[in-house]
Nanobody
């Protein structure tokens, strides 16, 4: 059973930075995409960023482009990171890490992803 474990969430003032980490229990050579989604209270889960494991192509939601950076580290835990800069109150949400086994172009769609982490809270105070 694949497990994804997120860490790095917390409370930060507007304009500040946080870095989220997601460690996968299985080696990621079988993953096509790893991504981050978020869900704010009363809203649907939305795409934030994704990375194609082979080739390092990265993709971002327009709302975070230029502020967030997704990256990966090919180590024993096969970790994916989300560096979040210039945080705004609107970024407040629970952030989820996800991994897909399949490919295709729908990196932004949650149904593409087979495995999910438990989520980590990010709160930005204005």
């Amino acid at each position: 059973q694949v497990q994804l474990v997120e860490s790095g969430g917390g409370l930060v003032q507007a304009g500040g930075s946080l870095r989220l980490s997601c460690a996968a229990s299985e080696r990621s050579f079988s993953y096509y995409y790893m991504g981050w989604f978020r869900q704010a209270p009363g809203k649907e889960r939305e795409f934030v960023a994704a990375i194609r494991w082979s080739g390092d192509n990265t993709y971002y939601a327009d709302s975070v482009k230029g502020r967030f950076t997704i990256s990966r580290r090919d180590n024993a835990k096969n970790t994916v990171y989300l560096q979040m800069n210039s945080l705004q109150a609107e970024d407040t949400a629970v952030y989820y890490c996800a991994a897909s086994l399949g490919g295709g172009s729908y990196y932004y769609n949650s149904i593409t992803y087979n495995y999910w982490g438990q989520g980590t809270q990010v709160t930005v105070s204005s």
